[in-house]
């Protein structure tokens, strides 16, 4: 299968897979499949600019440049699709996809993903050393959400990580080793026009877990909703790889 097929058969299945989601039975077959199309992928495929992967000097925020840079490829209202290239040691902040399904493939490097699920508030009492805690401000109370962890791994080009709605939703991914670059497929597209999927961020609360009594449970984490980070933001390249057409009709 040449480069352009193979691109073109993951933008056909991927719209295939997410444009009708009532079958969870149907969905997991289809991510399956999508999954194993993706696992062919490389950079070549995709006629990748090596120039953005060619420095390895670790990011500093106070060096010039952006510490991600994302090239579009395609979207629609059922999905988008693009490249994220992360300079060494810089990471896309731990962050949500709201109602979201996301597909990951390393193309170049490695990554750090430390994914977590969020628990229901209610489910989980607030503990008491959370107050005692000076980084954490009363007003950030209802900002503050339980999480359980749901991996924590280092993702190379030998397999595609698979991020759903509910499990694994929140999320950061950290270069190692050297710079990395990854194909995002994420459906539906973030909205942020309307608000109907924005992308909230988060900072990790170190709460002490192994207090006798305390209640706090061993195996949840604690969230803490803030701004974007100051010392994130993007640039973008263009694509210079094969075309995703879709026919709309023969869907």
Known sequence: MNM??????????????????????????????????????????LNFEERLVENRDVYRPETRGAPVTYVHIYEDRILSIGIFVIRHGASLPLHDHPDMHGLIKVIHGQGKIKSFTSVPKEDIPFPKEMELNSSVKPWHRDRIIPVKLHSDTVVDSDSVCELGPEEGNLHYIEAV???????????????????????????????????????????ICWLLEIPQPSDYWTASAKYKGPRIAIDMDSF
């Open 4 to 45: 352009a097929n193979v691109v073109q058969r993951i933008g056909h299945l991927a719209r295939k897979t997410f444009l009708d989601i009532s079958s969870k039975v149907a969905l997991k077959e289809n991510i399956a499949d999508l999954k194993g199309v993706l696992q062919t992928l490389n950079a070549s495929d």
């Open 177 to 219: 080793n050297g710079p990395m670059a990854f194909v995002d497929i994420l459906s539906p597209p973030y909205d942020h026009d309307t608000g109907a999927r924005v992308c909230h961020y988060y900072k990790e609360l170190n709460i002490e877990k192994d207090v006798t009594g305390s209640g706090i449970q061993n195996d």
